[in-house]
C-alpha cells in the first residue's frame, strides 16, 4: 500500500466517523495553510509600495476578501479562496469607492503553480480592470 492510497484510506474513514470533524481537521491540514500562503503571497508583492494598503473585511474561513486602498482611498475588493487544489483570485467594485472595475472570470491555476511572479501577474491584470 503507497502512503497515498494509505492516507486516501484514512480520509475516507475519517469522514465515515465524523464527516463535520474530518472537513474541519481536512480544511486546517490542507486548504487552511494554502489560503495563508495565497495572503503572505499578496501582501509581499504589494509591501514595496507603501500607497497600497490591504484591509481584511468580508472574510470568512475558506475567503480571504480585502479591500485595496491606494492614498488612503478604497478602490476595490480582492478575495482568495482554494478550490478543488486550485487557487482563484477575484475581485470586485466596493461600496464608497469612486472607482469601477470591470467584470471578468476568476484568475486561477493549480495551486503547485502560484508563486510570487504568479500573483504578480494576476494583480497587474486585474489592477488594469480599474476605472475612473
Known amino acids: 500500500m503507497s502512503d497515498e492510497s494509505f492516507s486516501f484510506e484514512c480520509d475516507r474513514l475519517s469522514a465515515m466517523v465524523d464527516t463535520a470533524l474530518f472537513e474541519r481537521i481536512r480544511w486546517e491540514r490542507d486548504e487552511g495553510p494554502k489560503l495563508a500562503t495565497l495572503v503572505q503571497l499578496v501582501r509581499q508583492v504589494l509591501e514595496p509600495r507603501p500607497e497600497f494598503e490591504l484591509l481584511e473585511e468580508g472574510a ?49 491555476a493549480d495551486f503547485a503553480e502560484v508563486d510570487q511572479q504568479w500573483m504578480i501577474d494576476s494583480l497587474e491584470r486585474v489592477f488594469a480592470r480599474v476605472r475612473t
Do not use: C, Q
Open 60 to 108: 470568512t474561513r475558506d475567503i480571504k476578501r480585502f479591500v485595496l486602498k491606494i492614498h488612503g482611498n478604497r478602490v476595490m475588493a480582492v478575495a482568495m479562496r482554494i478550490v478543488e487544489g486550485r487557487a482563484v483570485l477575484t475581485w470586485e467594485a466596493i461600496e464608497r469607492s469612486s472607482y469601477e472595475v470591470e467584470t471578468g472570470e476568476p484568475i486561477s
